[in-house]
């Protein structure tokens, strides 16, 4: 793959030579080669079966994605104006070509007519189990894709696909410009009391990078967090949580400049339109076709069963923090802005320890080394530094992993520390897809992205235990993507992975950062070397589940206002429904009510922007399966080689070439159980 400015000689991307201009044209050449070469295979092949048809159809799909996938992914760690451009120019025409192959009766009766034959074959070992999925599945996407549509309403639904793809885009671009956009300056040092020195450098030296004197305050999570949960000044804190509660929305301090009120309710109803064209009733019933769940009652269900079984919990923990509130001066009655500050004090009283207090234990390299070394351990793989990779930014590292035969397994880049022009969360994105290539297999590469905040001060990056948590979550899915062992790439690494399954792998590596077993492979102090003392352990391990039942019903009214969106949404009602239906969520859900101004709609990305519309309720649903997959290991020992070996081979390998329920049972012996969630998180003894 070296035949694209976009890709260096080994076919990485090119990141030290990608520019703007150079974007459309790249994806123009893909676009064209790929259609002239599709046609070629649908109009002279004379044998139709995998090898000669299908195999090379597949491949496209994968070459258009690695020109891509650099593109999208420096739209979101680097953007510039000149990207954001370039990058929107070329989203209409990726949907429309998307839609074309999933509208192309040709390309559909091929994949049709070598799934019938190999379904009619007596011959065994026609297709690999992977080969069958990909064609189960391209199947049903040609169904989604309109593929049985009249010529106009395919017309319809490729002009819908293009125009969803736009708002979204524009979503997520209100919120990152809406984000960058806010900052507080101050030269006061009493407005910051209670900030520790981490934060008080990072909020000095960002002063200092934008030539003010004093210190700057930002929306990104390290300066937002810091300031909610250890700021004194309560006017402080109010001031950044409205900013941040009112991000590209009608309200707040920059009110109506980035409102994403409209992009919210257009890609509602353009998705609502698109599920009632392929003949469901809304969209969340069209989501729930690729999915492990079976229909939207078993969603609801599900999510109603899990705040039957915390909400009690919850509303005893705010009880509890309104009176632990109102012994404290000025705090009373207890704002929505005080939680996170007053839930801190009551967290340190009850158990003498916060998140800072742990940061100095957590270096960065000292963190890695000993995630890397726990995944050894599991999965026997190893895991090294590579210097000689080209980057997007000089904080960007790049690692390979090994087997223990010193097979290559794949290959990462760690993008770990917040900045400007890049957008807020962790994520693992795809940068190359594990498949054979005529006599060798193609590495798998990912991209391992956090916002944590950077060295400052003469110190290394020091991470809050929640920042450990964070980096193996995103880790678990890396390994996910790199250690795959399918050659096809249509169910290779994620890909063809049901939505509600994917947060397996990553929920599941968290539970090693609470182990007493595992923590002295990633925690020592950065200045003294010495381990984590053991009563700081034990404290840690104590506050694990403080406000469990509260964190539980956050969850849950996001999934349950996500899914109920996408399930009731009526396009004759508008953007109004959308407030009124967090509202609605809230008052049955939430034991924290905001105030009126508060839009956490507008900044909802994971359902605007993101991949999970009408699948938030995934996280609890993988939780599920993640937390009964690690009492397996709890059972046999958290480093038991077998059971690891077990994970990597039945779950970690397959990727997306079995059902998930399947490869859950072939690891567990059983079908999942939600006890071992709800004892882990507290909610039962």
């Given amino acids: 793959m070296n035949d694209n400015p976009l890709l260096d000689t080994s076919g990485l991307p090119h990141f030290t030579q990608i520019r703007a201009e150079h974007v459309e044209p790249a994806v123009d050449q893909v676009l064209a080669e790929n259609r002239a070469l599709a046609d070629a295979l649908l109009s002279g092949a004379t044998t139709a079966d995998w090898r000669h048809l299908i195999a090379p159809l597949e491949a496209l799909q994968e070459r258009l994605g690695r020109i891509w996938s650099p593109v999208g992914h420096l739209h979101s760690v680097a953007d510039n104006d000149a990207l954001r451009v370039a990058y929107n120019a070329c989203l209409p025409k990726l949907s429309a070509y998307a839609t074309e192959c999933g509208q192309d009766k040709r390309r559909y009766q091929a994949y049709k007519t070598v799934s019938e034959s190999a379904l009619a074959s007596e011959s065994a070992d026609m297709l690999e189990p992977a080969q069958h999925r990909i064609l189960e599945n391209a199947l049903r996407d040609f ?32 919120l990152l410009d809406a984000t960058q956009a806010w ?8 407005e910051l009391a209670g900030l520790p020195e981490t934060s008080l450098s990072l909020f000095k030296e960002a002063a200092e990078r934008a030539g003010e004197t004093g210190w700057r305050l930002t929306l990104d999570a390290p300066s937002y967090l810091a300031v909610m949960s250890y700021a004194e000044n309560r006017a402080l804190r109010e001031r950044l949580y409205e900013a941040y509660a009112t991000r590209a929305s009608d309200q707040g301090p920059h009110a109506g400049r980035w409102d994403n009120t409209q992009e919210m309710n257009s890609i509602l109803s353009l998705r609502h339109e698109a599920a009632e064209l392929l003949g469901y009733d809304n969209y969340a019933d069209r989501a729930l076709a690729t999915r492990m769940a079976q229909d939207s009652d078993q969603v609801i269900a599900f999510l109603t069963d899990l705040a039957r079984h915390s909400l009690t919990v919850a509303q005893g923990e705010m009880a509890e923090l309104r009176a632990y509130a109102r012994d404290a001066p000025g705090l009373d009655p207890l704002e ?42 599991l999965y026997g793989i190893r895991v090294s530094p590579v210097t000689s990779i080209e980057t997007w930014h000089p904080d960007v590292r ?41 006599h060798h297999v193609e590495t798998p590469v990912a991209y391992l992205t956090c916002n944590f905040a950077p060295p400052s001060g003469g110190k290394p990056g020091l991470l809050t235990h929640d920042e450990v948590t964070t980096l193996f979550h995103e880790f678990g899915h890396g390994l996910h993507h790199m250690l795959s062992r399918i050659d096809d790439a249509g169910v290779a690494c994620i890909q063809g992975v049901a939505w509600d399954a994917v947060e397996l792998p990553s929920q599941f590596m968290e539970n090693w950062c609470w182990e007493a077993e595992a923590l002295p492979l990633f925690s020592k102090h950065y200045e003294s070397g010495a381990p984590l003392p053991e009563e700081l352990l ?29 399930r009731e949404y009526d396009p004759a009602k508008g953007a109004e429904q959308i407030l009124a239906l967090i509202d609605e969520v809230r008052k049955e859900i939430a034991v924290v009510i905001p105030p009126s101004y ?53 779950i970690l390998e397959k990727g997306g070439s079995e059902d998930p329920m399947t490869l859950f049972c072939n690891f567990r012996g059983r079908e999942p159980q939600i006890d071992a969630l709800l004892q882990q998180s507290g909610i039962l003894a």
Avoid at 540 to 562: P, S, T, V, W
Avoid at 612 to 630: H, I, P, Q, R, T
């Fill in 398 to 438: 790049f690692f390979d992993i090994h087997d223990g035969d010193g097979e290559p397994r794949g290959r990462f880049y760690l993008d770990l520390y917040a900045r400007e022009h890049k957008r807020g969360g962790a994520w693992m994105d795809e940068c190359v897809l594990r498949q054979r290539r005529d």
């Fill in 183 to 190: 900052h507080y300056q101050t030269d006061n040092t009493a």
């Fill in 336 to 377: 929505a802005w005080d939680i996170a500050f007053v839930s801190e004090r009551l967290r340190q009283e009850r158990y003498a320890i916060t998140q800072e207090e742990l940061r100095p234990y957590f270096p960065i390299d000292r963190v890695l080394d000993g995630l890397f070394a726990i995944v050894n351990r």
């Fill in 143 to 174: 169904r989604l894709s309109g593929i049985d549509l009249p010529q106009d309403k395919q017309d319809r639904f490729k002009a819908i696909m293009q125009a969803l793809s736009e708002h979204m885009a524009k979503f997520e671009q209100n």
């Fill in 538 to 566: 034990d404290r840690m391990l104590k506050a694990r589940n403080f406000q469990a039942g509260m964190k539980m019903a956050r969850q849950i009214e996001f999934a349950l206002f996500d899914f109920r969106l996408h």
């Fill in 598 to 650: 508060h839009r956490f709609a507008h900044s909802f990305a994971h359902i605007f922007s993101g991949g999970y519309a009408a699948g938030y309720y995934s996280y609890k649903w993988a939780e599920v399966l993640s937390c009964d997959a690690y009492s397996l290991f709890k059972e046999q020992g958290i480093f038991n080689p077998e059971t690891g070996r077990s994970f990597l081979e039945n």
